[in-house]
């Protein structure tokens, strides 16, 4: 993903002990994405050292001062944010914040190349970036649902693996495979449009173990871009509804791979292409093209069609 025009790794896409590492979390209500009234802070810990929620908890279910020695990282809104949270548009490389990308999505930034990652106020403490080894960490997210209610802590975890080096005699050469889930979407619903990828090293000379270390790349910049086609000879047989610098940063991906990029089709109605009349009929066959960078290759896919009904 995106945050600001800096590339972040997902925390579920395969993270280095020195990459920008994206600490995403969704809030749900009754099945709904919803913002809490407060989120006071995010603190990362090593899972080895707390291996259950009692064990980094006090009685009140939050995070006491002694467990201030045992943080590797920590992030509190700045000064003059509103509900805990800045714009996604204030990030730059090293800040201690938590932004709000959408609602109920909220992400802080844990950056390999930083050695202090924010200060706590409650403990008085400067909290250094202590996330530099392989392993499982907590990230435990501080949250006020309502003006009225007590904080808690939500806890989710991630996996940061090792800055793998390698080196190889030749190019590497694979193949790359893309499937579209997603092949009807109703006219005025918002939809994940899903997306998986896979790809395989083709090399001869590499045995398995380089090959499936190879295939650990991780996926980056992906964009995806959505035509009309139009049958209509009156009109553009193509048009562009949503380009690919439409949906950078906003694509996002799953632990295997999928890349999802949400489709609000009621935006349709309001498209300049509708208004100067080249969409035509809405409902109709759309072209779905994805883009991505992988090792030192951009992949575009071969067009996907999908049915707007």
Known sequence: MKLNEYDLVDRSNRPTTSSKVAIQIYFLNDGSYYDPYDIKDV?????DTFTYPSSILDQS???PLAASAYAKGYFAASAGSVNGYQDPSSYFEGASSIYRIDTGQYVAVLDGDFGTTGYVSAWDINVVNGASAVGEYLDIWT?????????Q?????????????VTVTEPIIFNTNHRLIT???PLGSKKDVKITTSFVVENANLNDAMRNLITNAAILNPAVKIEKINEDPNIPARVTVSGYENTSGV???TGNDTIIFTWDTENLKTHPEMVTGNLGNMRGIYVITLKYDLLSERIVTPQMYLQLV
């Open 61 to 63: 279910g939050l995070i």
């Open 183 to 185: 092949k009807k979407i």
């Open 251 to 253: 694509t996002t991906q």
């Open 43 to 47: 603190t990362i810990f090593r899972r």
């Open 143 to 151: 949250i006020k649902n309502t003006a009225n209610s007590d904080y």
């Open 153 to 165: 802590t939500v806890i989710n975890s991630f996996y940061l693996q090792d800055d793998t080096f």
